[in-house]
Structure formats: C-alpha cells, structure tokens
C-alpha cells in the first residue's frame, strides 16, 4: 500500500502555509476564500501519472452536493479534496454541484441550460439510462479502446460489469466494482425481547406479535404507553419487493420470474398491503407514517429510545454507525441486535445490499476533450489516488496497524475526510482488500465500536446469504420508452392513493377490494403495455441481463 512519510507531509504542509494565499487566489471566489483550508500533501498521488508538459487540459465534473462540508472546510466545490485533485490530477477540473436529494431535476436544468458537466456522476441507473436513450451522453467503447489503461483493464476481466455498463448494446456507462457488503439493515431492541421474554421473530406473525408487544407492554418501563413497536420501512423486503432494476416504488411495479418469464405479480403486493394494514390496525406504526419523509421521524424515535424495530441504510459506514452512537448515548442501556428478515408467505428475503457492481458514471455529448476526461477517470482508478482519497495522510490521518489504515483521531477526520465520499464515486472499492471494509474504521478497544463491529458481522451473516436473496432478481438492460414512464408515473399516484386509503381505511376499505380497484386501475391506465414492455425486454435481451443470484458465486471466489 503507497504511503506517506511524516517529514513528506510536514514539509509540504509548511510549503502550503506560506503560499495559501497564492492557492486561494488560484483556486476560488472571495466566499470560498474566507473558508480556506489546508490542501492535503500532494505526494500521494506525485506517481499516479506523468504530468502533461504544458498546460492541463480543463473538464467539468459533477459533484453531489449534500450540504455536508464542516464549517471551515470550504464548499464542495472549492475544499482541501478539489484543490488536492487539481494539484495531482493530469486535468484540471471545474466541479459543478448537484443536490444529491432530488438531483434529476437538476441535471434537467443543467442539460436543458447547455451547461451540464463533461463527467457525469450519478448513482440514479434509470435516469442516466434515459440520458442514453435520448442522446444526451455518448456510447464509450471507443474512448476507453483509445484512451484508457486501468479502467480498461479492469472491466476486461468483468463479463457481469460490461453487461452493466452497455444500453442498447453499446457501452455508456463507467462501472466499478464494490465489496459484497450489507448497506439496508433492520434493528430490534434486543433488551426488550429479554424484558418482555420474547424470541427473535423468525415468520411475520411473529414480528407482528413483537412489533404489538413493544407497543402495549412498556418495554422501557417508564409507566407510560409512549413506545412504537416498528415502521413500514423493510415490510416490502419481507414479500420479495424493494429493489426492482428499473423502479422505485416497488408495490406500484412488481415484476418477477415466474417460468422464465418477467411478468407483473399481484400477489406480493397484495400480501404486503395486508400485513402493513395489520401494523396499522394495531398501533404498531406512528399514525403519521406516511407524512414522515425520509423517516427522520422514525429515526428520532428510534435514537430516543421510543421505537423498537427500525431500519435504515448505511450500515457499513457512518450513516448507521452515528445512529447507533446516538441511540447509544440517549439509552445507555440499550442494547440491539441485526433481525433477519422474518418469512413471509412469499419466501425469505434480505433487504438491498451493496451488489459487487454498480455503474455511475457517463460523459456528456457536449464534452470537447473526451480524452480528458477519460484520463481523468483513469487517474482516480489508481491505488495510489483511491487510498488518498479512502484514508487520507500518514501520519495525519491514519496510522497502519496490521497492515492497514487505522483514523488517529476520528474527530479529525470527521472534519477533514469523512464527508468527501462522492469524490470516491469511481474509485474500484471492490480491488481495495480487507483494508476498505468499514469495521478497519473503528476502534474495538473502545465499547461502541466494538459493539458496532459485532452489528455488521451479524448483518453479513444475516443478509448476504444465497438462501435470503436480495429481492430483486435481474437487472435488464434497457429502460421504459418516455410514451411508457408517463404511463407509469401517471399509475403510480393512482395506486399510491390506493394503497394508502387502504392501510388507513379501517374495515370501510378492505385490502380486496383495495387490489380489484389497484387492478382495474392499472388495466384502464394502460399499465398493461408497461408490463408487456418489461416482459418483451427480458424475453429479446437475456444475452445482457444479470441474473442478481450469481452475485452470491463471487462469495466463493
């Protein structure tokens, strides 16, 4: 592993105080200026590529924007990480900022506007498909043919990945490859089981019974009937729904194969109305559940010690490491356990994982210098660049132990690392060994941290199993035509509203009668050709869809 001496970066770090001046007048506004920081050494990446002879060549490169950035550190476009980048880089890169909420309808702007960026970087797979199908990027082939060292290298050898990357036959995406982790998780207040004497629910029935238990019972012995027993967040997981390829409301759109065709189901919606109507009939669930966005209040609830089932996503990384600290800090007591996903009538699942693959990234149609841009993404894909960009300095940020990087103050590199993740977004996660897993992070000598390493070793052995599949079954490689995504959009507010009344609607709206209506909607809305579509695109592209059980064979590699 590249590694930075001590005296390295002392003297470089002393080189930038004296010339911080000339960096700020070269790199940012009179905002940016006033939140300057100190540009991280530059010997890092001093062997990553030859540096051009004359002046770099400039591209325009997207950035999520997350309103992230500690106070102090810059904006996300002008910080210690872009002016490290620009200083190393064989390009010199202008970011521009995307909300990472909501960021297609930035990216419409921006397109419509002529003022999208050379690189596009976007983790949303249907819109940066719908970019390819209406001309917006370019096919790649020929760019990483001509221009390309380590990416092509690395997708050679990656017959899943190359599948991935193309639309309509031709290559437009750049892919990586990731580790084969657990990301969406589902807690139980393991201290209430113990209190109340209950097992760890194994079927539906049984969560329901628990979930009913923490709400009436006083789990936290406070007198008062103030607990819920869970949400309606990792229900949809239980009935084989949660992660479609192309949708992201799964009870709207079900598709699944059955005899090796991919046709629309009913069933599995028509299962998960019904137990989610139950959890509400039973005061399981907050009463303004669907008012909740993004669950901040579940998570509030869950912190505060009044909710005993909750779920999330980020659980190796420091999403869910922070919730669990908080929970840990209001309830000294508390203690969780990973629940597995309860059986349904449907079978046994596991919620989203982070799949061993994932493409990001395309160039803009517009783009002058597509070579650039391809050496730009070259560059990021060096080891050198990605364990900079990973675990910062020697000596600054981390320390080796064991042969990989450990955070010498966490509180540190919460303020100067933590939060540059999107500039990783290339970086090949899946190539960085045990060193990249997040449980090196952390310290096991402390008791939160070691408690927290024993959460994500129960959710790698809970959740990535070929026997509880993740739920979605293929990945296809093309998208719905513009005619057939208004079609569906136009659906999805109609069952939406269905589904909704149905859950709330008490005995005056059966889940029955909730799915004839959700039917006939469907039919007379024309979901019919949406379905045919999806079945007509299995059946004419099999050579290039990705059969999500073969993930699981890279566990044996």
């Known amino acids: 592993m590249y590694t930075i001496s001590k005296k390295k970066a002392a003297s470089v770090s002393l080189a930038l105080v004296l010339s ?31 540096k051009p002879a004359g002046p770099k ?14 106070e102090g550190e810059g904006t996300i476009t002008n910080n210690r990480w872009t002016k490290w980048i620009n200083e190393n880089a064989p390009v010199q890169v202008e970011f521009v900022p995307v909300p990472r909420t909501n960021s297609s309808e930035k990216w419409n702007v921006l397109f419509a506007s002529g003022q999208a960026p050379d690189l596009i970087l976007e983790f949303s797979n249907p819109y940066m498909k719908d970019l390819a199908s209406k001309g ?9 043919a001509k221009y390309s060292t380590n990416y092509k290298k690395m997708i050679a050898g990656n017959e899943s990945l190359q599948k991935l990357t193309r639309f309509n036959g031709k290559t437009y995406f750049f892919g990586r490859s990731l580790p084969f982790a657990t990301n969406h998780y589902v807690m139980v207040r393991q201290d209430w089981l113990d209190k109340l004497k209950l097992p760890m629910p194994k079927t539906t029935e049984e969560y329901l019974q628990v979930a009913k238990a923490f709400t009436e019972q006083d789990p936290d012995g406070n007198g008062k009937k103030d607990t819920l027993g869970s949400t309606f967040w990792d229900v949809d997981y239980m009935y084989q729904l949660g992660q479609a390829s192309d949708e992201t409301l799964p009870m709207i759109t079900s598709y699944h194969l059955i005899n090796d065709q991919y046709v629309r189901t009913w069933d599995r919606p028509k299962a998960d109305l019904a137990f989610k109507k ?15 966005k993004n669950m901040a209040k579940a998570q509030q609830d869950w912190v505060n010690g009044k909710l005993g089932i909750y779920g999330s996503d980020g659980l190796e990384g420091a999403k869910g490491y922070d919730v669990y600290n908080t929970l840990i800090k209001n309830n ?39 070579e650039a841009v391809v050496q730009y993404v070259d560059w ?14 020697e000596g600054v940020n981390y320390k080796m132990v064991d042969g990989c990087p450990r955070p010498i103050d966490a509180a540190k590199n919460k303020k100067e690392l933590d939060w540059n993740g999107d500039f990783q977004m290339v970086s090949q996660l899946g190539t960085m060994g045990k060193c990249a897993d997040y449980t090196n992070q952390l310290d096991p000598s402390k008791p939160n941290d070691k408690a927290y390493i024993d959460l994500i070793n129960q959710g790698k052995a809970a959740y990535i199993s070929a026997d509880r599949p993740t739920t979605s079954e293929i990945v296809l490689p093309v998208t719905l035509t513009d005619d057939l995504t208004v079609i569906k959009n136009t659906l999805k507010n109609t069952l ?27 039919e ?19 050579k290039d869809v990705i059969y999500t059980k073969d993930y699981y064979k890279l566990l044996t590699k």
């Open 20 to 50: 911080s001046t000339a960096l700020l007048t070269a790199c940012g506004s009179d905002k940016d200026k006033a939140a300057s920081t100190t540009t991280p050494s530059t010997a890092a990446a001093a062997t990553a590529s030859a």
């Open 57 to 70: 060549p400039k591209i325009t490169v997207s950035i999520y924007d997350r309103n992230n950035v500690p």
């Open 136 to 144: 917006q990027i370019i096919p790649i082939d020929d760019a990483i």
């Open 278 to 292: 139950a959890l509400y009939e039973a005061g399981t669930v907050d009463k303004d559940t669907f008012t909740d």
């Open 332 to 370: 000294p007591d508390a203690k969780v356990a990973i629940l597995p996903l309860p059986k349904s009538e449907i079978g046994q699942f596991s919620p989203a994982g982070a799949v061993p693959m994932q493409f990001m990234g395309a160039i803009n149609a517009t783009a002058k210098n597509v």
């Open 380 to 393: 990021l894909m060096t080891p050198e660049v990605q364990n900079t960009l990973k675990y910062g300095m």
């Open 496 to 522: 939406t509203n269905i589904y909704t009344k149905a859950v709330v609607g008490g005995a005056s709206y059966t889940v029955e009668q909730a799915m004839k209506d959700a039917q006939d909607a469907w």
């Open 524 to 542: 007379k809305g024309g979901g019919k050709k949406v379905d045919d579509f999806y079945t007509k695109a299995y059946t004419d592209n099999k």
